[in-house]
């Protein structure tokens, strides 16, 4: 049997370990930070691709796909709560031309359960989305708060009387594309990969250099103080936005970008109810640019603004060169990564991210700051910087580089690296495509106590980590 190497432990690497690892293949997984998961945050499962206008459909069916396969792979990283996407008035579209895509997407997933009844994971077909005319959100207005929603309608109740309905237009849609929560998600797989025999898990441990002889790699990192060269049949580059400094390691040449983004951490005290997500459609870059309200328990929710003085930047895209495949961010965004943010700029722009909201939701105007950003860099293979469902690239068999745009594309991106190792005789063609594991299946209690740990550790509320769902 071969031994493989994966470099970098976010979603795209942790994964990859976990799906190897469970079928037997030696991994080692060297990840610099003290917990996995670390890198950009996440909280949004894209099942159908509703935040993206702009992206064919075909990606948005891919997304969709792809977002059945995270669930069922990670069922204790999910919030199980809808989302409403709404089209202000100021927007140039009609809310109306998204139907053709919903009504594609609603079919695909009605295919995905009849090849596999377990795909059934996003509810009824029927209510994969549904419209709201106005007055029906009139109507409800006239609704009790329902405290544990288990209907579309229950969900719909505090949008209805929160949202100004004169700013927007109709109809609201509601799809079901849930939450992916970042910390349970890392808690539940930092347990996993604590425990499986397999897998040589180095937390605290930098790569520093790779070379390749003939059909082997050789790995330099620094564990404990120590320099360690092992030797490997086979590499994955999962380092997210450093992809590319392994690939220059090798004389690779790859063209990416990485953006820089930030997502805002804010407290509504008055809140009385669990919301669903919403988003306000945009165009990005503009000032008014798509706006994401995402509820967590205890009145804490997290914000984007896609306008350059919310969660995009000036200089916060750069690409690659030709000199060298990684593309380095300036000094003001390393230094957020790997130090702190300025407090000031902390305030202004989480300030700016609730004025951004409400807008639209007026009474969500007395929220506060309530703790640092989620941000990060991430990587975006090739040219186009709207792509959002990529996996992964392959230098000859033995060198893959897995760069996801979405958390959810890791299972395709793993069916392709499997297929590799296949053919080097490094798995087992029955495992391709596998999608039901006994591991899934965690005790909630320890996922939640571990990824409240990861909170505390990372400095984040714990609530950010907490089920505020009724499923
Ligand atoms: C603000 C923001 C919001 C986002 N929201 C969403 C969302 O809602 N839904 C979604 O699906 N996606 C979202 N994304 C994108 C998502 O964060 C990324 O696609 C995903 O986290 C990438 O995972 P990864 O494993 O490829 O990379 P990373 O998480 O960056 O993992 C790479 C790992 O490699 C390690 N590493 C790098 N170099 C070395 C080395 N030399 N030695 C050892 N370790 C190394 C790093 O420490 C890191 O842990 C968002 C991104 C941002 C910035």
Not at 188 to 194: A, D, F, I, K, T
Not at 264 to 271: F, L, S
Not at 400 to 407: F, G, I, L, Q, T
Not at 432 to 451: C, G, I, P
Request: a negative charge.
């Amino acid at each position: 049997m071969g031994k493989i190497a994966i470099i970098g432990g976010g979603v795209a690497g942790g994964s990859a370990g976990l799906y190897l690892s469970s079928l037997g293949i030696d991994v080692t997984l060297f990840e610099q930070n003290t917990s996995l998961v670390s890198g950009p945050p996440f909280c949004h499962l894209h099942a159908g691709g509703n935040l993206y206008r702009e992206i064919p459909d075909s990606e948005c069916i891919t997304l969709l796909h792809q977002s059945i396969d995270l669930l069922r792979f990670y069922p204790y990283g999910i919030d199980y709560r809808p989302t409403v996407v709404i089209t202000p008035i100021e927007d140039e579209e009609d809310p109306k031309d998204l139907l053709p895509r919903l009504k594609k997407l609603q079919e695909e997933y009605r295919k995905s359960i009849e090849k596999d009844p377990k795909n059934k994971v996003l509810g009824e077909v029927e209510e994969y989305f549904k419209l709201y005319e106005k007055e029906d959100l009139i109507r409800l207005q006239e609704k009790e708060i329902v405290k544990r929603p288990t209907t579309l309608e229950q969900w719909m109740i505090p949008v209805a009387k929160n949202v100004d309905l004169d700013l927007v237009k109709f109809p609201f849609i509601v799809v079901q594309e849930y939450g992916l929560n970042l910390f349970r998600l890392s808690g539940g797989l930092n347990l996993q990969l604590e425990n499986i025999t397999n897998c040589n898990l180095l937390l605290n441990t930098k790569v520093t250099n790779v070379s390749k002889k003939d059909e082997k790699f050789f790995v330099t990192y620094i564990n404990n103080q120590e320099e360690k060269t092992e030797e490997f049949d086979y590499l994955i580059n999962s380092a997210g936005y450093k992809t590319g400094i392994i690939d220059d390691y090798l004389g690779y040449k790859r063209d990416r970008l990485v953006e820089f983004k930030a997502a805002y951490v804010t407290k509504w005290e008055e809140c009385d109810t669990i919301w669903p997500e919403v988003i306000f459609h945009g165009k990005r870059g503009t000032p008014r640019g798509m706006g994401q309200f995402t509820p967590y328990p205890d009145r804490h929710f997290q914000l984007h603004g896609m306008t350059k003085d919310i969660t995009l930047f000036d200089d916060g895209l750069v690409k690659s060169s030709q000199k060298s495949s990684y593309p380095e961010l300036s000094k003001k965004f390393r230094e957020k990564i790997d130090k702190s943010w300025c407090p000031k700029e902390v305030e202004e722009r989480t300030k700016r991210a609730i004025s951004h909201l409400s807008k639209y939701i007026p009474s969500f105007s007395t929220a506060k700051v309530a703790g640092k950003p989620l941000f990060g860099a991430q990587q975006i293979p090739g040219k186009d910087k709207e792509l959002r469902a990529a996996d992964v690239s392959f230098e000859g068999d033995r060198y893959a580089r897995c760069e996801v745009v979405k958390a959810s594309s890791v299972l395709d991106m793993i069916d392709e690296v499997m297929k590799k190792l296949i053919k080097l005789g490094l798995a087992d063609e029955q495992e391709l495509y596998r999608r039901d594991f006994d591991f899934v299946e965690l005790d909630s209690n320890l996922v939640l106590k571990q990824a409240k740990r990861i909170c505390q550790d990372r400095d984040y509320p714990t609530s950010l980590a907490s089920i505020n769902t009724t499923k």
